[in-house]
């Protein structure tokens, strides 16, 4: 099994949080359609024929092609790769986009999930972070994808924003569950280096909230969304019970997976390679025949490292068997002996074979996995 992902780069403004690639140039949207339908056909071997189980439509801001461009896409993807077994479809939107007519448009097409991001319902806060929707535009965006017959909906929420509140947050949850949806991402706000938010924060324009805010602000997303009868299913994700991400799962449990559009990254389980990341840049490349990505062949000590990143991120966590089994007895020893301090700290749990994260563990769990990864002397 395999998956794919398509990256979409175009959005009409942009947040002041986000570095992803992303471009505000909607003019090169023909060109671009043509790009990324030629990388797909050239691209066609890169899975060696697995079956297609999942297909994510990301960006940027997928919501703003128009349903000539969505035909397109799922032609080639069909033509190409195959569709007849795929389970999920994803798309990203921007609640702004979601008119009736475009919720309806959407539920014509193959979409059978929708992720939609929200990140706050406050809207002021909205406004900070030149979101383009407000909280009333969210939850109607949701009732039209209702209407349009969706049953598999994500939300995004980000916590620790600035002016962050124990009041806030809580009436963000509060909200988010009152939607009803099928899965939630929550995600710590960032400060990426190079985003207007970032300098923002240099010049003290805003300030950053603290540890021990942080980690009420995690505790009440869990306890909230368990009271609510949402799976933590992995650090970021909770669904109902079945309704995980599949696609996004696919990522945490090394299956391989083709990512076309720029700054995507693909993995074959041998090696990952990944696209320049400037949409121009990648337009003109694809127009000469020439594929832009760069290369890097996976050893066994990188192998492993990945696993252990992934598969903690999980409830299900890392499979000690499997270690032995792919990486060999040296780097499992190597693994039971860094997880013992955090195992006697009640960081980590062994269970039926499995080393997870505990609710103690989740919320320092880059360092955990930075201590567990292999590194060389």
Not at 16 to 25: E, G, L
Not at 35 to 45: G, Q, T, V
Not at 187 to 206: D, F, I, S
Not at 282 to 288: K, S
Request: with cysteine; charged share 25%.
């Amino acid at each position: 099994m395999a998956a794919i992902y398509l990256h979409i780069p175009f959005c009409k403004t942009r947040c002041i949080y986000c570095d992803f690639c992303s471009t505000t140039r909607t003019e090169l949207k023909e060109r671009y359609m043509d790009a990324l339908c030629k990388e797909l056909e050239m691209r066609r071997d890169y899975l060696n024929g697995e079956t297609v189980r999942t297909v994510y439509l990301g960006g940027g801001t997928p919501s703003l092609l128009n349903a000539t461009d969505f035909r397109r896409l799922f032609q080639t993807l069909d033509a190409v790769f195959g569709l007849q077994a795929a389970e999920e479809i994803t798309l990203e939107v921007n609640p702004d986009d979601i008119s009736e007519a475009y919720a309806d448009m959407l539920g014509a097409l193959p979409f059978n999930r929708i992720s939609m991001g929200i990140q706050t319902f406050d809207d002021t806060t909205l406004k900070l972070l030149n979101r383009r929707h407000n909280a009333r535009q969210a939850m109607e965006a949701v009732r039209r994808l209702r209407h349009a017959g969706f049953r598999n909906l994500s939300i995004d929420l980000i916590y620790g924003l600035p002016g962050e509140t124990d009041d806030r947050w809580k009436r963000d949850l509060e909200q988010a569950i009152a939607l009803d949806v099928e899965h939630i991402s929550a995600y710590h706000l960032t400060y990426e280096e190079g985003t207007p938010l970032y300098r923002m924060l240099q010049e003290h324009r805003l300030n950053e909230v603290d540890e021990d805010s942080s980690l009420r602000f995690f505790n009440m997303l869990m306890d909230s969304l368990a009271s609510a009868g949402y799976v933590h299913y992995e650090i970021s994700n909770f669904c109902k019970p079945g309704l995980h991400s599949r696609h996004n799962s696919s990522y945490w449990q090394g299956i391989p997976y083709l990512g076309c559009g720029p700054s995507a990254h693909s993995f074959d389980i041998r090696s990952r390679q990944w696209n320049d990341a400037d949409p121009e840049r990648y337009i003109d490349a694809m127009e000469q025949g020439i594929c832009p990505f760069h290369t890097e062949q996976l050893d066994n000590t990188t192998r492993y490292n990945e696993y252990v990143m992934t598969r903690l991120r999980t409830c299900q966590g890392a499979c000690m068997a499997e270690v032995i089994r792919l990486f060999g007895n040296a780097l499992h020893r190597y693994l039971q002996q860094n997880a013992t301090p955090h195992l006697q700290a009640g960081r980590l749990q062994e269970e039926n074979g499995y080393l997870r994260l505990t609710r103690q563990g989740i919320f320092v769990s880059d360092d955990i996995i930075s201590d567990l990864m292999y590194v060389e002397a």
